[in-house]
Structures are given as C-alpha cells and as structure tokens.
C-alpha cells in the first residue's frame, strides 16, 4: 500500500508469498472507505488461546493517522477470542514503526528466539 512495492521484492518471489500468505493466515482484516477501496489490511496468525503474530499491518498513506490500524489491531484481539488482557500479540516491526506500536502499549521484547536464514534484498520503504 502506499508506494508501489520494491522491485527487489519481485525478485524474491513476491506475488507468490503473498498469495501464500493470504491463503494461510488464520486472520485477515480489511478496512475500506466510503467507497469500498481498501484503506488498511492485518493478517495474523493465532492459536486462539495464548498468542496472536502480526504478520502484517498496513494503512494507505492517504488514511494515515485516522486511527485505523488502532481499530485493526482492536478487532484482531476480538477475532483472537481473548482481549487484550487472554492472549499475547507478538510482531516484528520496521524500527521507524516502533514508535507506532509502543504508543496503544507494546514493548520491546527480549525473549523471542528467532531462526532466519532466509536471503532478503535490502530495501527501504518510502
């Protein structure tokens, strides 16, 4: 959403994941304007007793600041069957969105074990 995606992306397979992730997610919210276009998206995936993982969450540019990923995150903890206060959401955020999700209350995590040895193209967002 917003610019168009990193060519790089396209390299890597990147309509393929997608549609993978979209077929596998457990979780997929969509927010839409007045005119049914597609302002936000979140997919997660949850065991639906203890945790919830963002996989991804993003608002159109031109929606920023209305509060719409507050309201996705909202209806994901709803979805997950647990509230904010039954089940633990977990993400993996762009360090210039820390400070968007530290703001409704997550936090930095040190306990998370992580196993990457998947070959990614460097590339910023705009």
Known sequence: ?????????FEERFEERIAKLV??????LIARNENGLMAGVLFGLTDYV????????GVDRDYGGQGIGR?????LHLIGRGGEKDIAVYLIAN?????????PGMKKANDVMQFIHIEWTEFTVR
């Open 1 to 9: 959403m917003g610019s168009k995606y990193p060519q790089e992306w």
């Open 23 to 28: 077929n596998n997610v457990t979780i997929s």
């Open 95 to 103: 360090e210039n969105a820390v400070p968007y999700y530290e703001k």
């Open 71 to 75: 309201r996705l995150m909202k209806k």
């Open 50 to 57: 203890y945790w919830l993982y963002v996989t991804d969450l």
